[in-house]
T-cell receptor, first 112, second 115 residues
Framework: GENVEQHPSTLSVQEGDSAVIKCTYS??????FPWYKQELGKRPQLIID???NVGEKKDQRIAVTLNKTAKHFSLHITETQPEDSAVYFC???????????WGAGTKLIIKP | NAGVTQTPKFQVLKTGQSMTLQCAQD?????MSWYRQDPGMGLRLIHY???????DQGEVPNGYNVSRSTTEDFPLRLLSAAPSQTSVYFC??????????????FGPGTRLTVT
């Protein structure tokens, strides 16, 4: 069935460096790709999203790129800060009701 | 505007017991969903609803029932709790028409332990 694969499962970077998380999806009909951030013990919250008719979107230090041909999309965080430490989830839409299929998550650790 | 609310926050059940997790939203969203979150497995869809009176199964529906009698409420019922249902449960909602963006708004979650 449709699935979303996310890599890496854990990413440790030095404060100030960049972090990149990658996802691949299998359903060619997927047309919306959000990224959520979940801090420990909290609910997931949307940080950025991209629609299938756009190749890149940027919001301050975060950006998302989409390659529809290869069916993969990536989250880029520049100038990482301690508050970026969290678990990040990617997702892709599935079906006529646009339900989300989720990646397994990436734990991002920012080292001081 | 409280957004999406869930009760209880924590619950411990014995195997075989039943219970209902409550979810409510005050944003007049048509779509509501229930997910479970297990370590290393992301969010898995249990059931969802596209409007009052309409529900459908997600990826992992076995052992759970839902109903949607009003736009605001979407309770999740565990019929006979099993240790495999130990998880964190999130309810989420979104508007039906959203200009091609399908952002989901999550509740705070319910942490369920089945012994």
């Amino acid at each position: 069935g449709e699935n979303v694969e996310q890599h890496p499962s854990t990413l440790s970077v030095q404060e100030g460096d960049s972090a990149v998380i990658k996802c691949t999806y299998s359903d060619s009909a997927s047309n919306y790709f959000p990224w959520y951030k979940q801090e420990l013990g909290k609910r997931p919250q949307l940080i950025i999203d991209i629609r299938s008719n756009v190749g890149e979107k940027k919001d301050q230090r975060i950006a998302v790129t989409l390659n529809k041909t290869a069916k993969h999309f990536s989250l880029h965080i520049t100038e990482t800060q301690p508050e970026d430490s969290a678990v990040y989830f990617c997702a892709a839409t599935r079906g006529s009701n646009y339900q989300l299929i989720w990646g397994a998550g990436t734990k991002l650790i920012i080292k001081p | 505007n409280a957004g999406v609310t869930q009760t209880p926050k924590f619950q411990v059940l014995k195997t075989g017991q039943s219970m209902t997790l409550q979810c409510a939203q005050d944003m007049n969203h048509e779509y509501m969903s229930w997910y479970r979150q297990d370590p290393g497995m992301g969010l898995r869809l249990i059931h969802y609803s596209v409007g009052a009176g309409i529900t459908d199964q997600g990826e992992v529906p076995n052992g759970y029932n839902v109903s949607r009698s009003t736009t605001e409420d979407f309770p999740l019922r565990l019929l006979s709790a099993a240790p495999s249902q130990t998880s964190v449960y999130f309810c989420a909602s979104r508007p039906r028409l959203s200009g091609g963006r399908y952002e989901q708004y999550f509740g705070p979650g319910t942490r369920l332990t089945v012994t």
